[in-house]
Every structure is written in structure tokens, then in C-alpha cells.
């Protein structure tokens, strides 16, 4: 809907002629009809000239509520970050089919997996490390691996015994329930259970919470392991330095949107990308699940 120039409480211009409309409301329509072909890039040519500082404005709010794109590019690592509540573990619990869309795709290898069961997804070859662990206090660590080993398709060739070669430790706690093991352990079976379906994308949710340095080193070492054998990661997490060291693009986010996107190198140059520093950046619970955000896995042509 386009006003007058005040907007609220002004006689809309839709049944009028367009040349009765203000400069400023003829490029409000310029920008509508382009939006209205739904562009993969949209072009502007000098938007804000000649317009006033609260259709400028307009403009700026209009541009920041587009959709972009979240892509992650097979065998790399993938950090989405941004500050507390802003949609990045709702990102994560989107993908692997915890949480329903109301906006926006997901794709991963050409294959829309939107509306998809969780188990289903699972078995196509995304795996989810949450940031709770989840693993069952009552199973053994034998069993809590065995029991994602199902979801595996058939060619992968993780098994417990190779999940214990890269957690050796693991090893000798096999017979000891879930709830027996320390925090360090705990993360260190999520991610062993992860594996176990043999995943094509792992899905990381902050793997570094409550960990001590040492164990948080530990950890970047395996996860190290794995971008080497050329697994593709997706990444969130808090602990910049840990993130940026493993990642080799980056996407910001800020109120459920991807706000920058560039490589690690890129943000570790330059101070001016922000996530959202302010008290209003925090996302609203209520508006959590509206991703508006195309999510790709796999691989892309650039």
C-alpha cells in the first residue's frame, strides 16, 4: 500500500494515477513492481535521491526485511554468528526439520527439505548436534551410538569402533551411562552419535558451551580432523576465535536475518559487520520460527 507523504491517516494512492503520486511514492512503486517479478538480484539505480530523510528511511527497513540466503558450500565450514536470540540455534533446528518454516525454503543437494521429518532428513545425511547434547542418561555410550546407527545410509563407514578411535576415551566408558560422564564426555558422545549416521553436513550448536579451555582445544582438533576429510560443517557458536578459526565463510545474523555474509579472513579484517549491538536486536520468542531465509546444502555452482 502506498500513502501520502505522512502515511497514517492519508488517502491511499493505489485507484489514483500514478502521475498524481509524489516523486517519492513513484519510487515506492518503482521498488514494488521490481519486487512483484520476486528478482534473484535486484538492481537499484540511485534510490534515495531526491527523496526525503523518512523515505529514506523506508527505504533502509524495506531493504533489511528482504530475504537472503544462507548457502553453505560442500567440504567448508559454515560459522553462523550473532549475538544471544537472534535465530541462530531456531536456524539450525529449521533445517533438520525440529521446527516447521513459515517462510522461506530449505534445500539441501537439490532437494527441497522443508517440510520433512526429522528422521527423514536425518537419513539423507544432515546430522544435529544440539546445544543441550541430548544424549540418554539412561543408555550406556555403547547404546546411545547403536542407536543413531540405523539412521546411517549404507555406504557410511562410521561404526562405533572407528567413533571410539577418534574419542578414545569413549572407549573405556562404554558400559557407563550417560549420566555418568562429564561434561567434556558428554560432548564428545553428542558429536560421536552424530557421526554415527554418516552425516553429509554436520550441524554444530554451540560445542564449546561450558567446556574448559583444554577440552575446548580438544574438540577444535577433532573438528579440525573432520574438515580435513572433507566433511561440510555448519557452524554456531559464541566463541569467535574458536568459530573463525575453523571457518572458512561466515554469515551474521541479527532479529532472524542474515545481515553479512563474507569469508573469516574478511571479518577478521574488518570491525564493521555487526550481528546487532543493541537492546533491539534481540529476537522476539513469539517471532522465532519466521526464518525468512533460503537455506542451501551441498554443493553450488559460484
Known amino acids: 500500500m502506498i500513502l501520502g507523504p505522512n502515511g497514517a491517516g492519508k488517502t491511499t494512492l493505489l485507484d489514483r494515477p500514478v502521475k498524481a503520486a509524489s516523486y517519492g511514492n513513484r519510487r515506492q512503486l518503482e521498488v514494488g513492481l521490481a519486487l512483484a517479478t520476486r ?3 535486484l ?21 533489511l526485511s528482504l530475504p537472503q540466503d544462507l548457502t553453505v558450500r560442500a567440504g567448508t565450514v559454515h560459522a553462523l554468528l550473532g549475538r544471544n536470540e537472534v535465530g541462530k540455534s531456531t536456524t539450525l533446528k529449521s533445517a533438520i526439520g525440529h521446527l516447521a518454516l513459515s517462510a522461506g525454503t530449505i534445500t539441501f543437494d537439490g532437494t527441497v527439505i522443508s517440510n520433512c521429518l526429522a528422521h527423514d532428513v536425518s537419513r539423507m545425511g544432515v ?5 543441550t547434547r541430548d544424549i540418554f542418561g539412561a543408555l550406556t555410550v555403547r547404546e546411545n551410538l ?17 567413533v571410539t ?11 557407563h551411562g550417560g549420566h555418568e560422564l562429564s561434561g567434556c564426555e558428554q560432548q564428545k558422545l553428542a558429536i560421536g552419535r552424530a557421526l554415527m549416521t554418516g552425516p553429509r553436513i554436520l550441524l554444530l550448536d554451540e560445542a564449546t558451551e561450558g567446556l574448559a579451555p583444554i ?26 576465535n574458536f568459530a573463525l578459526g575453523l571457518a572458512d565463510e561466515v554469515s551474521l545474523m541479527s532479529r532472524d536475518r542474515i545481515v553479512w555474509r563474507g569469508t573469516a579472513a574478511d571479518l577478521r579484517r574488518d570491525s564493521r559487520p555487526d550481528a546487532g549491538s543493541g537492546p533491539d536486536d534481540r529476537a522476539d520468542q513469539s517471532q522465532c520460527c519466521r526464518i525468512h531465509v533460503l537455506f542451501t546444502f551441498g554443493a553450488v555452482e559460484t
Request: hydrophobic share 45%.
Open 39 to 41: 528478482p534473484k538480484i
Open 43 to 63: 538492481l537499484m539505480d540511485e534510490l534515495t535521491s531526491a527523496v526525503g530523510p523518512s523515505m529514506i528511511d523506508g527505504f533502509h527497513q524495506l531493504l
Open 127 to 131: 546430522s544435529y548436534v544440539p546445544e
Open 146 to 162: 547403536v542407536l543413531a546407527g540405523p539412521l546411517a545410509a549404507p555406504e557410511s563407514d562410521w561404526a562405533v569402533e572407528r
Open 165 to 175: 578411535d577418534f574419542f578414545p576415551n569413549l572407549a573405556r566408558r562404554m558400559t
Open 215 to 240: 577440552v575446548i582445544q580438544q574438540i577444535f582438533g577433532k573438528l579440525k580432523e573432520l574438515k580435513a576429510s572433507g566433511l561440510t560443517i555448519l557452524l554456531v557458536e559464541q566463541n569467535l
